[in-house]
């Protein structure tokens, strides 16, 4: 195919404009069904899942800069805790969304110039937040503004990309609170969905989601029922199947909940497969003044408050 008109100049100039920033926020799942079972042994999953408002410190970050030749560095609190020997950084989801959008930009006689990936890794690792799959999103977004190639891909192309790459993927390229079923891409956007002042917690330490998917006591479990808009009380009817299996396996995950809790949230959960737990509060100065409570008790644990994603009042 040949090169739609102009592209060349649009790449020329955003090589002259610079980096590109793009906020790859944590991922919470409010809520976490397991209601099935593929024959390929994926899970079926219904879940309510909402992400930290952009401008909170609750995410990773990536630069994405003009180069000579392909480059990918990591920084920031958890950034050590990422291997970055040849192999490792091949497997790593940044640089196989990289990979990935090139060879579609190039299918379509598009550029995809060589370019420098810095990462800011500031969410833990394998914590139950997406953080993984909300780079992987934020690489997609972030090339797509510095090859200025918006128009390349058309959304259902964006999508199945973003699915190759993993389930949450899809659901992280948007950042907006969904209904997310099968194992995660039919996404139904929840656009009522107030945001609400978070804390999050993680005592730092791993737990195996293949094991924790193992223990489930049953694989069919109650779906979600039709949401009523009344955040407060749809919320606090669901649940996450995997909270009991991971508590089993980390007694933190319990511990942790319940310090949350007892700083005033009226909801607490497990995200995703753990170990990260939330709780929801009626305000965002009490959401703060938790976190540092919570840092102050456990200085050896990450706490740390926000809001969410949502409509304001």
Known sequence: MTRPAGAAGLFQSAAQDGAVTEFAPAKINLALHVVGQRADGYHLLEMIVTFMAQGSAVGDVLHFTPAESD??????????????????????????????MRAALRDKGMSA???????????????????????????????????????????????????????????????????????????????????FPIVIGNPLLGVSTPDIFRRLATKTNAPIPPLTGDWRTD????????????????????????????????????????????????????????????????PDWYFAAAETTGRRS
């Open 71 to 100: 480059s990918f560095s990591v920084s920031g609190r958890f950034g050590a805790e990422l291997p970055v020997d040849a192999a490792s950084v091949q497997k790593n989801l940044v640089v196989r969304a990289r990979d990935l």
């Open 113 to 195: 110039p060589q370019v420098a990936i810095h990462l800011e890794k500031n969410l833990p690792i394998a914590s139950g937040i997406g953080g993984g799959s909300a780079d992987a999103a934020a690489t997609l977004r972030g090339l797509l503004r510095l090859w200025r190639a918006e128009a390349g891909l058309s959304d259902s192309e964006l999508a199945a990309l973003a699915l190759s790459l993993g389930a949450d993927v899809p659901m992280c390229l948007k950042n907006k609170p969904a209904e997310a079923r099968g194992i995660g891409e039919d996404l139904v956007f929840l656009d009522s969905m107030p945001s």
């Open 235 to 298: 919320l606090s009817g669901l649940r996450n199947d995997l909270e009991p299996p991971a508590a089993a396996l980390l007694g933190e995950i319990d511990e942790i909940s319940a310090m949350i809790a007892n700083e005033g949230a009226w909801l607490t959960r497990m995200s995703g497969s753990g170990a990260t737990c939330f709780g929801l509060f009626d305000t965002a100065e009490e959401a703060g003044r938790a976190a540092e409570r919570l840092q102050a008790m456990r």
